[in-house]
């Protein structure tokens, strides 16, 4: 995939100590959805013709919920264009870089930055009860998985798990997940995001009957 052999490039390349965090220098385009010990999760969207200073992130998972195009500007001035693939994922190495939209649609994307300073430990899972999940991306860190909620899928009260998930929604849908001391989510949107910590009693269930689309970020 032509994204992933850009995020191998990006991860030789140096970064620049003046280069600062994309939420300070470009809060037009880059929004925080989630920001714990564990992760950082950003919303980015970017309209045509757009560019986004010259700013570092994180080791992270990329997630487009829309295909497009873009440039990145590395340190050196040399440029990569390459093809966002919605509701694919792919690993982006911690970089420095300016990013440009040239494609001819609006970049809608979710960015799951890994915050602790090396791998987990935790066995991910490669099956579960209720839950079809395919591989998208793996990383030292984390697996990203596209994943279908059966109509019956339910977890029930007090459901632990030992490695940490960032949830995101690929569509509108009707699914509960009730964080134990918190409000219950119950109604999604595209683009949704829920955070989901290791250890953290919790339960969910889909209560549209019918199948739900996710993308699950599980960190190790």
Same mark, same amino acid.
């Given at each position: 995939?032509?994204?992933?052999?850009?995020?191998?490039?990006?991860?030789?390349?140096?970064?620049?100590?003046?280069?600062?965090?994309?939420?300070?220098?470009?809060?037009?385009?880059?929004?925080?959805?989630?920001?714990?010990?564990?992760?950082?999760?950003?919303?980015?969207?970017?309209?045509?013709?757009?560019?986004?200073?010259?700013?570092?992130?994180?080791?992270?998972?990329?997630?487009?919920?829309?295909?497009?195009?873009?440039?990145?500007?590395?340190?050196?001035?040399?440029?990569?264009?390459?093809?966002?693939?919605?509701?694919?994922?792919?690993?982006?190495? /911690?970089?420095?870089?300016?990013?440009?939209?040239?494609?001819?649609?609006?970049?809608?994307?979710?960015?799951?930055?890994?915050?602790?300073? /090396?791998?987990?430990?935790?066995?991910?899972?490669?099956?579960?009860?209720?839950?079809?999940?395919?591989?998208?991306?793996?990383?030292?860190?984390?697996?990203?998985?596209?994943?279908?909620? /059966?109509?019956?899928?339910?977890?029930?009260?007090?459901?632990?798990?030992?490695?940490?998930?960032?949830?995101?929604?690929?569509?509108?849908?009707?699914?509960?997940?009730?964080?134990?001391?918190?409000?219950?989510?119950?109604?999604?949107?595209?683009?949704?995001?829920?955070?989901?910590?290791?250890?953290?009693?919790?339960?969910?269930?889909?209560?549209?009957?019918?199948?739900?689309?996710?993308?699950?970020?599980?960190?190790?």
């Amino acid at each position: 995939m032509k994204s992933l052999k850009i995020a191998v490039l990006l991860a030789v390349l140096p970064l620049v100590a003046s280069a600062q965090d994309p939420v300070k220098v470009d809060p037009g385009h880059y929004k925080v959805l989630v920001d714990n010990a564990a992760v950082r999760v950003l919303k980015i969207q970017v309209g045509i013709g757009e560019k986004s200073p010259m700013h570092s992130h994180l080791d992270a998972i990329l997630v487009p919920l829309d295909s497009g195009k873009v440039r990145f500007t590395m340190p050196d001035g040399k440029t990569e264009d390459g093809e966002l693939v919605k509701e694919t994922a792919a690993y982006t190495p /911690a970089f420095t870089h300016a990013g440009a939209n040239v494609g001819t649609s609006k970049l809608d994307a979710i960015l799951v930055e890994f915050k602790a300073a /090396a791998a987990g430990t935790a066995t991910l899972p490669t099956t579960r009860a209720g839950i079809q999940q395919a591989p998208l991306a793996e990383t030292p860190r984390a697996v990203a998985y596209k994943s279908t909620a /059966a109509p019956d899928f339910q977890e029930p009260a007090g459901s632990t798990h030992e490695f940490d998930q960032v949830v995101i929604a690929l569509g509108a849908a009707d699914m509960t997940i009730a964080l134990e001391g918190k409000t219950p989510m119950t109604k999604w949107q595209r683009g949704d995001v829920q955070f989901i910590g290791r250890g953290v009693k919790h339960a969910s269930k889909n209560t549209s009957g019918k199948p739900i689309e996710f993308i699950v970020v599980a960190i190790k």
